[in-house]
């Protein structure tokens, strides 16, 4: 509960910063609708040469893209940007005054900023979203479409644990700038429907480094698509990673000895 608290404390804090800089509201809004304008131009481009892609139309694959900026949002406004600085924050001995705080120091190291300047990508995606279902050649049940509004949430810890165990490995690192590019990158394989990664790739982005899911799986679940316990195994999955990324925040902690 005391963490909670002061997660919603760091949310205050960092609302009343949205208010002094409103411009960076509407600048948000403009560059968040160009990027998903650019990607659905893409998927109008490949659609216009094919019927499917990996057994998924044209509608479906929208449906994937909006549940893929859904969960971007939300790690985009609670704790993205503290990830792609942590190496920089670190190195400037900002760290030391975090993990002495009596709360979780995994907590204030990856949200201590959060960005609710991007509460305006959300309104982009959710036009994305009803674009999504009027290209669909199906109606979906508001059910499970709500289901995989709430699924995107297991999609946004595991993202979460997942950019976890990337950054920790700074405490071993004199600099780590390749990280920035790392985690930028690390969730692009999710724009698109799993089923197109195939083989050994397919079985390591689906369970070994579960990354082709995160939009995926949530689509599947609106759609109600027949994929067996797939939504059940990621879910475990997550509950998997969440311990394995403070197992080894809590070693890498060790190993740090301040700035310099």
């Not at 050994?200 to 679940?221: D, H, M, Y």
Request: proline share 2%; hydrophobic share 55%.
């Amino acid at each position: 509960m005391k963490t909670i608290k002061i997660f919603f404390a760091l949310c205050a804090i960092n609302f009343k910063h949205l208010l002094i800089y409103r411009a960076s509201f509407w600048i948000t809004f403009l560059l968040m609708a160009g990027w998903a304008g650019a990607y659905v131009t893409f998927i109008e481009v490949i659609f216009g040469h094919i019927d499917t892609l990996a057994g998924w139309g044209k509608g479906e694959a929208l449906l994937v893209l909006s549940y893929y900026y859904l969960f971007q949002n939300i790690s985009d406004i609670f704790y993205k940007d503290n990830f792609e600085e942590f190496s920089d924050v670190m190195r400037r001995g900002e760290l030391d005054f975090r993990i002495i705080k009596p709360v979780s120091s995994r907590l204030l190291a990856f949200c201590y900023k959060m960005r609710f300047d991007q509460l305006a990508s959300l309104v982009v995606t959710a036009g994305l979203f009803a674009y999504a279902l009027s290209e669909l050649k199906m109606n979906i049940s508001p059910l499970y479409f709500s289901m995989g509004i709430l699924y995107t949430t297991i999609s946004v810890v595991l993202y979460y644990s997942i950019l976890s165990i990337i950054s920790t490995f700074a405490f071993w690192m004199q600099k780590s700038d390749t990280f920035k590019v790392l985690i930028w990158n690390v969730s692009q394989v999710a724009r698109y429907p799993r089923q197109i990664y195939t083989g050994i790739i397919g079985k390591v982005l689906t369970f070994i480094i579960p990354i082709a899911g995160l939009a995926s799986v949530p689509a599947e679940i609106a759609l109600q698509f027949d994929h067996g316990k797939i939504a059940y195994i990621l879910a475990g999955i997550t509950i998997v990673m969440m311990a394995i990324a403070q197992w080894f925040w809590s070693f890498g902690l060790k190993r740090y000895s301040s700035a310099g």
